[in-house]
């Protein structure tokens, strides 16, 4: 190798420690910015609503359920939908949901 291609390779080098430490430099600045920053909050859990619930339960009325989906109503403590507590919402869509399906 020539004394020029040795020089402009450790120019290169160089360039390329610079760059390097610049880039560490970097990542330490970003670490600390995150490790500073407040945890973010969970968005709190959105509520079902009657008519989401009422939709599911005509679709598997629908389907031919109707009779299971009276039961499961009941099953739940209630005459009718409407009368169905708001927190058990989940619940009785997660019952819904499997409503014909062979297990």
């Known amino acids: 190798m020539t004394k020029e291609t040795l020089v402009k390779?450790?120019?290169?080098?160089?360039?390329?420690?610079?760059?390097?430490?610049?880039?560490?430099?970097?990542?330490?600045t970003e670490k600390k910015a995150l490790a500073s920053e407040p945890p973010k909050k969970e968005p709190a859990p959105r509520t079902l609503t009657l008519e989401e619930v009422r939709k599911?339960?005509?679709?598997?009325?629908?389907?031919g359920f109707t009779e299971e989906v009276r039961n499961l109503i009941r099953s739940y403590g209630a005459d009718k939908l409407s009368n169905l507590d708001a927190a058990q919402y989940e619940a009785f869509l997660k019952d819904l949901e499997v409503m014909g399906h062979a297990g």
Request: glycine content about 4%.
């Open 9 to 28: 390779l450790s120019v290169e080098l160089e360039t390329c420690g610079k760059a390097l430490l610049q880039i560490a430099e970097a990542l330490r």
């Open 56 to 63: 599911v339960a005509a679709d598997k009325s629908r389907q």
